[in-house]
């Protein structure tokens, strides 16, 4: 089992490949779909993540995506949490 990355490093890049997918956490906590529960459980299972050594390369690379990596461990929570979120001209679910 590979040893646990640094809390603050696997915050940020956790972040990072949100916001590259533009996820917006804040609106998904305000919205009751996530809580600050899952967000830091979201962290700690980045911090375990395999591929944690690329993936600070890989965001710098890609600064606006559609989805994560399937490398990434939360891709498909960001991509749940993703296509949960309000469109702005319609204020339904769906993509951005």
Same mark, same amino acid.
């Given at each position: 089992?590979?040893?646990?990355?640094?809390?603050?490093?696997?915050?940020?890049?956790? $972040?990072?490949?949100?916001?590259?997918?533009?996820?917006?956490?804040? &609106?998904?906590?305000?919205?009751?779909? %996530?809580?600050?529960? *899952?967000?830091?459980?979201?962290?700690?299972?980045?911090?375990?993540?395999?591929?944690?050594?690329?993936?600070?390369?890989? $965001?710098?690379?890609?600064?606006?995506?559609?989805?994560?990596?399937? &490398?990434?461990?939360?891709?498909?929570? %960001?991509?749940?949490? *993703?296509?949960?979120?309000?469109?702005?001209?319609?204020?339904?679910?769906?993509?951005?």
């Amino acid at each position: 089992m590979k040893p646990l990355g640094p809390t603050q490093d696997h915050y940020w890049l956790a $972040l990072s490949m949100a916001k590259a997918m533009s996820v917006d956490l804040q &609106a998904a906590i305000d919205e009751g779909r %996530f809580s600050q529960d *899952k967000w830091a459980k979201t962290v700690e299972k980045c911090r375990g993540c395999e591929w944690g050594g690329d993936c600070p390369h890989w $965001l710098h690379e890609h600064p606006e995506i559609e989805k994560a990596p399937d &490398a990434c461990v939360n891709a498909k929570l %960001f991509a749940a949490l *993703k296509a949960g979120q309000k469109t702005p001209a319609s204020g339904a679910p769906g993509d951005i």
